[in-house]
């Protein structure tokens, strides 16, 4: 019995250790606010380029 609540104890202590380090090894979104100057953000690409003359 003892050794069922220990390892119940310790599966909750870790859970959200384990959750945070998935987290942390997701790549952030890239924004237009990351872009260089006179840059636009393409959804589609995921990356900033150059705009489109119309």
């Given at each position: 019995?003892k050794?069922?609540?220990?390892?119940?104890?310790?599966?909750?202590?870790?859970?959200?250790?384990i959750?945070?380090?998935?987290?942390?090894?997701?790549?952030?979104?890239?924004?237009?606010s990351?872009?260089?100057?006179?840059?636009?953000?393409?959804?589609?690409?995921?990356?900033?380029?150059?705009?489109?003359?119309?």
């Amino acid at each position: 019995m003892k050794l069922k609540i220990a390892l119940a104890a310790l599966a909750l202590t870790l859970s959200p250790a384990i959750a945070s380090a998935m987290c942390s090894s997701m790549k952030p979104a890239q924004t237009a606010s990351a872009c260089a100057d006179g840059q636009v953000f393409d959804a589609d690409s995921q990356t900033c380029v150059e705009p489109m003359s119309s």
